[in-house]
């Protein structure tokens, strides 16, 4: 049976700082007032902070530092925790070896700073007690060229501050007072400051969305970073309302609806001009409203075809097709698998005064000049077949479709293919060979897919190596992975590396690229689409006409010491990787 851990009254007793009386009056004082024991001690004049400091440490198991001692101010270093989180919430960093730091903390009971902390600084923490007191004197004492330290509790209050003004202007009159509302928060508060300040760290992150989901006990702020969430931070559940609140704010939606979805969009300028969009999604959930802000750099579909992923053969292909004059283009593949930025580098090649290019989207993410961009508004009837129907009398080269959901939209897509036009659009389906019999399944006749599609081009988006090949480390071959995508260990020997984990990037991969599976119609597959051949038959001719398939795609780039075995398998084969696992 586990050993219980010892009261902090009975250590401050035994070591002689308080008397067993002034325990038990500070007992009652801690219960009516909703303290720990050991703060009521102190407010009560019993004993100091330095004595419950120390009493926590025998409590808990730790070392204490006593920083009114020269020996104990000398063991501190500054430099290796940034001034805004020393200053934040009262720590102070130790000595650091290797991936293992040394910090000073006042409460070893506040896991979720810890936690944080371990993140943001990506090391391991041993965790030391000072007493609370000593710990602002030295830090007031090191940074007083930069200004006053702000206590949480001051924090606690203009938080407090912040919802009841918001929640007031809710009250009186949403629609008329919601820019009014953010005046009445002012633009200095905590809640305005911490807005701002994770609206512009996610994308110094390089984060591609943020997501805010409120829990039972705090609020949940996680980044999409390369693909993958990663748990930025645990923020008190007292500060929801108000951070859903300007969050809607900013975004201007209503903020006294809370019972059904709403988007809108953000646009802030960087430190270095640079103006990014996000775009936001208001959702109802158990808990509250799930925020999600969808980050649009003007860059990332501006990257250029070679910097996609593309090896030469396929990056030849890819430029032949998208300068054909007619037929359509389909690129396929799940959400987030980067189809938009795929087509809109093609239509960037393209966008030149001798062309007139139109383009369907739902939404428009991106602006590009000299291309006629439309956006759908279902609401009143602007639809993808409306929009579409009205493109071709504006007589344009080149179509752009943001995607063929139905019937109707793919059958006025094919006609505009048959008629002279070139079609871009995607498709939800998991490789490219898929795309034909998804199409007949909605009912658009076999022979017009077979006739107007030039080709079909699958994609996925798998991390990269954060270092060269160079630099990089070998990795211990995994034969699990390495059978998922088709390398044996004589391959692999000497050729494949590991994620080597650093301050930029934490979990060693830095950035994405593109694989993919590319396959041109010829007659043989025109022919077996027309007879309504099976997608396994389908995909048999296209990788004899020479498609590469997605696994072996990630193949060529692991052997390159671009990614890994584990990230293809990953992104590419989730099924079979789960059953060769268990």
């Known amino acids: 049976m586990a050993r219980s851990r010892k009261k902090i009254g009975e250590i401050l007793v035994r070591q002689g700082a308080v008397s067993s009386a002034q325990v038990d009056k500070a007992l009652q004082l801690a219960q009516g007032s909703g303290k720990r024991v050991g703060e009521a001690m102190v407010e009560a004049g019993f004993c ?57 903390v006042h409460d070893p009971m506040n896991l979720e700073l810890l936690d944080m902390l371990r993140f943001r600084l990506n090391v391991e923490l041993d965790p030391m007690l000072a007493a609370k007191d000593e710990i602002r004197a030295f830090i007031e004492s090191h940074f007083r ?23 007031k202007s809710i009250d009186a009159s949403v629609d008329k007072s919601m820019d009014k509302s953010i005046d009445v928060a002012g633009d200095d508060a905590p809640i305005v400051k911490l807005w701002n300040r994770i609206l512009r760290e996610a994308v110094n992150m390089r984060a591609s969305d943020i997501h805010l989901e409120p ?33 809607k704010l900013t975004a201007g939606l209503n903020i006294a609806e809370r019972r059904v979805p709403q988007d809108g969009r953000i646009k802030i300028n960087m430190e270095d001009g640079t103006d990014i969009d996000f775009r936001v999604s208001a959702c109802p959930a158990y808990h509250g409203e799930s925020v999600v802000l969808r980050i649009l750099r003007p860059d990332s579909v501006r990257i250029g075809l070679e910097n996609i992923g593309f090896e030469p053969d396929n990056l030849e292909v890819f430029n032949r097709i998208i300068r054909r004059p007619n037929g359509i283009f389909l690129v396929t593949g799940p959400t987030g698998s980067g189809k938009t930025t795929t087509l809109y580098s093609a239509l960037n090649v393209l966008n030149r005064p001798d062309k007139k290019i139109i383009t369907a989207e739902d939404p428009v993410e991106y602006n590009f000049e000299g291309i006629n961009q439309c956006q759908v508004r279902e609401k009143i009837g602007f639809t993808f077949s409306s929009i579409l129907r009205s493109m071709l009398r504006q007589a344009p080269n080149i179509i752009l479709v943001g995607e ?42 076999p022979f017009l897919v077979a006739s107007s599609i030039q080709a079909v081009m699958a994609q996925r988006l798998i991390r990269t190596l954060a270092k060269s090949k160079e630099l990089a480390e070998p990795h211990e071959i995994d034969h699990k992975y390495l059978r998922l995508v088709g390398l ?95």
């Open 48 to 104: 100091k902070e330095k004595d419950v400091a120390k009493g926590l440490a025998e409590q808990f198991g730790l070392e204490f530092v006593d920083l009114s001692s020269k020996e104990g101010m000398g063991e501190i270093q500054p430099d290796l925790i940034p001034e805004e989180l020393i200053k934040k919430h009262f720590i102070l960093p130790v000595s650091k070896s290797g991936s293992r730091m040394k910090v000073l």
């Open 145 to 167: 060229a930069g200004g006053s330290i702000v206590d949480t509790t001051e924090v606690t209050a203009d938080e407090s501050l912040v919802t009841a003004s918001i929640d």
């Open 215 to 247: 829990m039972h006990d705090r609020v949940r702020l996680r980044y999409r970073i390369d693909g993958v969430c990663i748990e930025r931070d645990n923020l008190p559940k007292r500060m929801q309302n108000a951070l859903l609140s300007r969050a």
């Open 404 to 445: 063929i959901r139905d019937k109707e939209v793919g059958e006025i897509a094919i006609q505009a293919a048959l008629t002279g036009h070139l079609v871009f659009s995607t498709l939800h389906t998991n490789d490219a060979p898929s795309a034909i019999t998804r199409l007949i399944d909605m009912g658009i006749k």
């Open 488 to 582: 044996s260990p004589e391959e692999a020997e000497g050729k494949v590396y590991k994620p080597v984990p650093s301050a930029e990037a934490p979990t060693g991969y830095k950035g994405r690229k593109g694989i993919f599976e590319m396959m041109q119609m010829n007659s043989e597959i025109r022919e077996a689409a027309f007879g309504l051949a099976p997608v396994s038959e389908l995909r048999r001719l296209a990788l004899q006409n020479g498609m590469r398939s997605l696994v072996e795609d990630g193949k060529v780039k692991v052997l390159a010491g671009t990614t890994t075995p584990d990230e293809i398998a990953r992104v590419t084969q989730v099924e079979e990787m789960t059953g060769v696992i268990d």
